[in-house]
C-alpha cells in the first residue's frame, strides 16, 4: 500500500515500471538485492513492466480492502478476496539456504526461485495476507499527515501512533499547529 507519495496534493506514484517496481520492493525490504540482479537477467524490460503495471492494480485493488477490515467491526474479509490473494500466492517458489553471518554464525535465509515474472507479486501480497491473517486490524492506520498516502501498523506501546513519520508527517503538522497558535 505505501507504494505511493504525496508532494503537496500531488500524488506519486513510486511503481512507474519495472526498474522502480524491483527497487521499491528492495527498499520495503521484500526481495533481496541480489534477487534484483536474478531478475534482470531472467525477464526482460517489457515482462517487468507488465508486473509492475499489475502491482499497481493489486495495490489499488487491495488499499479499500484493508481500509475497510481495519474500521469494520466483524474484521473479517470476503472469499473472493481470500481466494484472489491465494491465487497470487500460489506460485510461489521458496526454499531456505543456511548460511554463515558476518559474526561467524550459521542462520536459516529464505530464497526464491523465480521462474515467472508474475512471482514478483507475491512479497507484496504475502505481506498483505499476513497482515490480514494474523495482525490487529485496531492497529492498521492511515496516517494522519495533510495529504500522506502512507499506512502503518501501529506497534506503540500507548497505541497512539497518528503518523507514519515523526521526522516528517508529525513534525509538519506540529509546525503547522505551532504557526497557527502564534498567528493569533
Known amino acids: 500500500m505505501n507504494s505511493t507519495a504525496a508532494l503537496g496534493?500531488?500524488?506519486?506514484?513510486?511503481?512507474?515500471?519495472?526498474?522502480?517496481?524491483?527497487?521499491?520492493?528492495?527498499?520495503?525490504?521484500?526481495?533481496?538485492?541480489?534477487?534484483?540482479?536474478?531478475?534482470?537477467?531472467?525477464?526482460?524490460?517489457?515482462?517487468?513492466?507488465?508486473?509492475?503495471?499489475e502491482a499497481v492494480a493489486t495495490r489499488e485493488w487491495l488499499r479499500p480492502i484493508i481500509?475497510?477490515?481495519?474500521?469494520?467491526?466483524?474484521?473479517?474479509?470476503?472469499?473472493?478476496?481470500?481466494?484472489?490473494?491465494?491465487?497470487?500466492?500460489?506460485?510461489?517458489?521458496?526454499?531456505?539456504?543456511?548460511?554463515?553471518?558476518?559474526?561467524?554464525?550459521?542462520?536459516?535465509h529464505q530464497h526464491r526461485h523465480w521462474t515467472e515474472a508474475s512471482q514478483l507479486l507475491i512479497p507484496p501480497v504475502a505481506a498483505a495476507a499476513e497482515l490480514l491473517a494474523g495482525s490487529d486490524r485496531h492497529l492498521v492506520r492511515q496516517c494522519e499527515g495533510m495529504d500522506c498516502t502512507m499506512w502503518f501498523y501501529d506497534r506503540t506501546k500507548a497505541h497512539r501512533r497518528r503518523w507514519c513519520s515523526m521526522a516528517l508527517c508529525g513534525n509538519r503538522a506540529k509546525a503547522r499547529n505551532h504557526r497557527q497558535r502564534h498567528a493569533r
Open 67 to 108: 481500509a475497510a477490515w481495519s474500521t469494520h467491526e466483524a474484521g473479517c474479509i470476503p472469499a473472493e478476496v481470500a481466494q484472489r490473494l491465494n491465487a497470487t500466492l500460489e506460485p510461489d517458489r521458496r526454499y531456505l539456504q543456511l548460511r554463515e553471518g558476518g559474526d561467524g554464525i550459521l542462520a536459516l
Open 9 to 53: 496534493s500531488v500524488r506519486i506514484e513510486l511503481l512507474r515500471d519495472g526498474a522502480s517496481y524491483l527497487t521499491w520492493l528492495v527498499l520495503a525490504g521484500l526481495i533481496s538485492c541480489a534477487d534484483t540482479s536474478i531478475i534482470r537477467e531472467r525477464f526482460d524490460t517489457a515482462e517487468l513492466n507488465d508486473v509492475a503495471a
